[in-house]
């Protein structure tokens, strides 16, 4: 069983720039959530994909969009990047349903200048 | 609005004394609530949920819905229990489910 990967390690943009974080779900699972993590913070939910569809969405803006592959993996993308994205991107994968554990990845550092 | 308090961002303890980590939440419905743990240069994993009732690593947690808390116990500290430790809660229907966190607490075990 393969766990969630997620790439690139650390990533460093300036200020209006756009990055595109990716995430391959732990095998079998057809659902990914994505959280930012700001230091000291816990993680804030973003969004969730379920069957390559949007599923729920927290309070992040616009620029904060995603995408989810036949293969389940999915794309967490940031246009106009500001200073106060910077923070730790956590991608967790799951099976459908409520009582279902999410599994985390190790996430995406991105700092930005 | 759903929240997720822990009061304490540190909780520091020596080896052997009991130990609780604070968790108070605020939601209108049936809550579920989780604890994750975080150890040093690994990656976010649940330790345990309200549903399953169980005992893992020697932790509890009893959801107690009048006083709105999920605090998590263990008797007897030990050293590897040295991590960040979240709270959330889990919300959403037909499939749709998100979780809430809290700030975390760091718990510290000394020799």
């Known amino acids: 069983e393969t766990g969630v990967t997620q790439s690139p390690t650390h990533l460093i943009k300036t200020r209006g720039q756009q990055v595109t974080l990716r995430c391959s779900s732990q095998s079998g699972h057809n659902t990914v959530s994505w959280y930012q993590q700001a230091l000291g913070q816990g993680p804030q939910f973003i969004f969730q994909y379920y069957r390559e569809e949007e599923n729920g969405r927290g309070n992040f803006p616009p620029r904060f969009s995603g995408l989810q592959f036949p293969n389940y993996s999915s794309e967490l993308n940031v246009n106009a990047l500001e200073l106060d994205d910077s923070a730790l991107y956590l991608c967790a994968s799951s099976l459908a349903g409520n009582h279902n554990e999410q599994f985390f990845g190790p996430g995406t550092r991105l700092t930005v200048l | ?111």
């Open chain 2, 1 to 111: 609005a759903q929240r997720v308090t822990q009061p304490e961002k540190l909780l520091s303890v020596f080896k052997g004394a009991p130990v609780e980590l604070k968790c108070n939440y605020s939601y209108s419905g049936s809550p579920e609530l989780f604890w994750y743990v975080q150890y040093s240069r690994q990656r976010l994993q649940l330790l345990l949920r309200h549903i399953s009732r169980e005992s893992i690593k020697g932790f509890t947690a009893d959801l107690n819905k009048g006083e709105t808390s999920f605090h998590l116990k263990k008797p007897f500290a030990q050293e590897e229990d040295s991590a960040m430790y979240y709270c959330a809660l889990g919300r959403g229907t037909g499939g749709y489910n998100k979780l809430i966190f809290g700030a975390g607490t760091r718990l510290a075990v000394h020799p």
